[in-house]
């Protein structure tokens, strides 16, 4: 064989490439790597060794210096024959592979050990950030990510046995020259390690993910990180005060433990750290806030809240028991309070809060000059510069008449959308018993609170239609998406800001960037099956399918959370649906239209199957994932650490089937359709027939054994369509026939 040379840096395979040969490395070294962990492989050393049954690579190789090997075309059919062939090569495939195959396991044991560190020295920190708040009096910031952190908990982990198993195997193996064992019994060694191999690279995956996710919480480019909430107690307090070295101390921790992560984003925690150092060196000084560019406007917005009041109209005694409520809030020290007082002045204040909006809304439909203040307290929630912060007060006033949202490109404030509804533009949504405009006069009626001519005339009343929307949706999604239920006040208050407005603020590019993302995993999400016929160019019944994005709606607050309100309007499946997200949102904005994306899929396969979503006679995404939770305890496909784990996701579901799905489904989108397998094996079944990748996430998962029988399924019944339509595209050219836009849409469609 001709030996081959390769500077260095040189990438010589990449995960994912057809592997269709060995190669036996004469001089120099290469790199190996995977998603958590690596390796280096020197003279003599193989490459490829441990791929060889599944026929592609999952490791990448890159020459650490200049290298050369040589070749040997081999497969796992052709592997007993080329070692009865070439002998001499048993002893460097068999030596290499032992050697590569405890690489791995050393490393998996050493990640198995991080995780389980990570997440304690994670739980511990989260404890200590609580004290120093206690201590000092600060109200402590919470992070929703925190919610959701369980320990480490693995669907498949790496039997025990089997690091010494191989070890022993080696010194039997390796004991004599291996060209004298029987090709078969090498061919069959090598075949099950890299068997072997290949599932503790999955579990080192699974652990790396982990890692990173433990490693985001840390720090993140948003600031919803444990480094933020140090660093934020450090600037109130100040380097030189009581606590500061401590305080100091932990936040350096912190830099060294992220340091060692592969998985943090080196430039921006160079960022981060230089941001810390120079805010720090300014902690002591009063200059900085006043040297704010952002209080320029201050004057603007003093007296918010009475210039709110007087345009609104409410009465005087509607007026002063908000301002008296609004004082009291803002002088409390834990605004988050849970005790009786807390709860019933944030009830007080909600209750009278929409009464003022709804005043002023219905006064602002017939005025042309809205003062600015009005407009930030209908689009933001705000009330008080006080409340607000002087500084947060002048962006919003600055904002107010640019906020980056477009109905036509369906992303709107609350109050483009209840603008939309009052000009016939849009009908009011469901209210919280599902019940649409016109059902909710029909039961007005039977119940005999209005009359027939009364509902005759409100079903085209375009203030009652504002109204209704006013009175059920908004209040119920506001406090949903705030996402704090229990402390939730639907004042804008500074206190509940925890990354900079200008970052946290959704604009109609954020959304559509993510549901561009969510679409090119699973590319039929938002695609609705009708029936299309065309007599005139023969054509009597065809499936299509439509795409209907949704409309977003955001709502006036700064929260963590979103809703999937309802998943289409009145009757027709051909409407969008309605979601909804905070304006100034402080979680990741993609991960969360990831969860309304499931539970839109969920809901919208319940509005189709009718009462038989739950029946698993007949297939659908809901009955199947609905008899696989029902009955998972049953389930011979399910090992018993996955019935363990979908216990224990039960449990943190609240018993939730919808809740269930949803989690699995992020889980499909965010990493699934990334390699990193997180589902079991009947979850996975399903999301897959229903939730199918997009073509080249199927093609880059393709060597993964784990989605090969499922993707030869839906290949065959993807083809049998494509024939299908294929046939009835020939048909239709043979008679000179033009082909219907809509069937070419629908082929279209089967290309993805």
């Known amino acids: 064989m001709a030996v081959k040379e390769f500077p260095a840096g040189t990438q010589l395979i990449q995960s994912g490439q057809n592997l269709t040969a060995l190669h036996v490395i004469a001089k120099g070294s290469v790199h190996a790597s995977y998603p958590g962990g690596e390796f280096y492989l020197g003279k003599g050393d193989v490459v490829g060794v441990c791929e060889l049954f599944y026929g592609s690579y999952f490791i990448s190789y890159q020459t650490e210096e200049a290298t050369s090997f040589a070749s040997y075309p081999c497969s796992a059919t052709q592997l007993s024959a080329f070692i009865r062939s070439n002998p001499e090569m048993a002893n460097f495939i068999v030596t290499s592979l032992f050697r590569q195959l405890h690489e791995i396991l050393d490393q998996y044991e050493l990640s198995h050990f991080d995780c389980s560190n990570f997440y304690h020295y994670l739980m511990s920190s989260y404890e200590d950030y609580k004290s120093f708040c206690t201590k000092h009096g600060f109200a402590a910031r919470e992070l929703p990510a925190m919610e959701t952190l369980t320990q480490l908990v693995l669907e498949e982990d790496v039997d025990r046995w089997l690091d010494g198993y191989y070890t022993q195997l080696r010194a039997m193996v390796t004991g004599k020259s291996a060209k004298n064992h029987d090709p078969d019994f090498l061919t069959g060694l090598i075949l099950k390690a890299d068997q072997d191999i290949f599932q503790v690279i999955s579990v080192c995956r699974v652990l790396h993910d982990y890692k990173a996710e433990i490693t985001n919480l840390l720090m993140n480019e948003n600031h919803l990180d444990f480094f933020d909430l140090y660093a934020g107690i450090l600037y109130k307090l100040g380097p030189n005060a009581d606590d500061s070295t401590t305080l100091i101390a932990a936040l350096s921790t912190m830099m060294i433990q992220l340091e060692s992560q592969p998985s943090i984003d080196k430039d921006m925690y160079r960022q981060r750290v230089a941001e810390y150092r120079e805010k720090l060196s300014k902690a002591g000084s009063a200059a900085e806030k006043s040297s704010s560019s952002k209080t320029d406007e201050a004057p603007d917005v003093t007296g918010s809240m009475n210039t709110i009041l007087v345009y609104s109209g409410v009465s005087g005694e509607t007026a002063s028991a908000f301002r008296a409520a609004v004082d009291k809030f803002a002088k409390m020290s834990d605004k988050n309070g849970s005790d009786d007082a807390a709860r019933k002045l944030r009830l007080t204040i909600t209750k009278l809060f929409y009464q003022i909006y709804e005043a002023a809304f219905i006064k602002s439909l017939k005025d042309n000059d809205i003062p600015k203040v009005v407009k930030m307290f209908f689009n933001f929630g705000y009330v008080d510069e006080n409340l607000a912060g002087l500084e947060n007060a002048s962006y919003l006033y600055s904002l107010v008449d640019r906020i980056p949202t477009d109905p036509k490109r369906k992303v709107y404030t609350v109050y483009e959308w209840l603008k939309a509804i009052y000009n016939g533009e849009k009908v009011p949504s469901r209210n919280e018993f599902d019940s649409d405009y016109i059902a909710y006069l029909h039961e007005q009626k039977v119940t005999g609170k209005i009359t027939a001519a009364e509902e005759a005339a409100m079903q085209n009343d375009r203030e009652k239609m504002v109204l209704f929307e006013l009175n059920n949706m908004f209040p119920t999604v506001n406090k949903i998406t705030f996402g704090r239920i229990v402390n939730f006040c639907p004042i804008f208050s500074e206190h509940n800001i925890l990354k900079d407005l200008d970052v946290s603020l959704v604009s109609v590019e954020k959304v559509e960037e993510a549901f561009k993302m969510i679409r090119s995993f699973d590319f039929s999400a938002y695609y609705r099956e009708i029936i299309y016929t065309n007599p005139d160019v023969g054509i009597g019944k065809e499936s299509v399918s ?207």
């Open 546 to 752: 439509v795409e209907v994005l949704p409309d977003l709606i955001l709502m006036p607050n700064v929260g963590i959370r979103g809703v999937a309100w309802q998943e289409i309007e009145g009757r027709k499946r051909t409407t969008p649906a309605r979601m909804m997200v905070s304006i100034f949102q402080m979680e990741d904005l993609t991960n969360i239209l990831v969860r309304l994306t499931g539970d839109f899929r969920w809901e919208m396969c319940k509005r189709v199957q009718g009462a038989r979503w739950n029946d698993v006679s007949e297939a659908s995404l809901t009955s199947e994932y609905f008899d696989y939770i029902q009955f998972y305890k049953k389930n011979r496909d399910l090992s018993a650490d996955a019935k363990d784990k979908i216990k224990l996701s039960m449990q943190k579901a609240k018993n939730s089937f919808k809740e269930m799905f949803i989690r699995d489904y992020e889980a499909w989108v965010l990493y699934e359709g990334a390699g990193s397998p997180r589902l079991n094996k009947v979850s996975r079944t399903i999301l897959f027939t229903y939730c199918p990748f997009a073509k080249d996430i199927r093609n880059r998962l393709k060597a993964n054994p784990l989605y090969k029988e499922m993707m030869d399924r839906y290949d065959i019944k993807l083809s049998q369509k494509i024939h299908h339509y294929n046939n009835l595209f020939q048909k239709l050219n043979n008679t000179g026939t033009p082909i219907p836009e809509e069937l070419q849409n629908q082929r279209a469609f089967l290309d993805m």
